[in-house]
């Protein structure tokens, strides 16, 4: 079995399980991902409680995320203020980070899957 590219680092605060999470304050830090934050990866089945805690981040893959809002299959997944995946759609011109495309549908608080390929999707 290949369990893939799992790192990991040092929690900036509280991270819940199966959230996103963006660099954090220094090198081998991760905070919980927000609105337009750049995206590294997910957090696997379990969180940090704090700041200073350790916690394991998926960094490829098929992995498991909390959906934020209604994700349809093939979607392209940003993070929502509480670091859920929710379908990306930037305005006309702009820029917003994604983590990848949804390989499931689902809705607020469903448990479903993203591949994970970090890039910056344009409206």
């Known amino acids: 079995m290949h369990v893939g590219l799992i790192k990991n680092f040092t929690a900036d605060g509280p991270i819940g399980k199966r959230r996103l999470v963006t660099f954090g304050s220094a090198e081998g830090r991760v905070a919980l991902a927000g609105i337009g934050a ?40 940003t993070s929502d203020a509480n670091g859920r995946a929710i379908k990306a759609a930037p305005g006309a011109g ?11 549908a689902g809705g607020l608080g469903v448990i479903g899957h993203v591949l994970i390929q970090p890039a910056t999707l344009r409206g």
């Open 94 to 104: 702009a820029s917003l980070p994604i983590i990848g495309r949804a390989m499931s």
């Open 38 to 77: 750049v995206l590294l990866g997910t957090t696997a089945i379990r969180g940090a409680a704090g700041t200073g805690e350790r916690i394991d981040v998926c960094l490829d893959h098929i992995r498991e995320v909390e959906f934020g809002g209604t994700v349809a299959y093939g979607d392209p997944l």
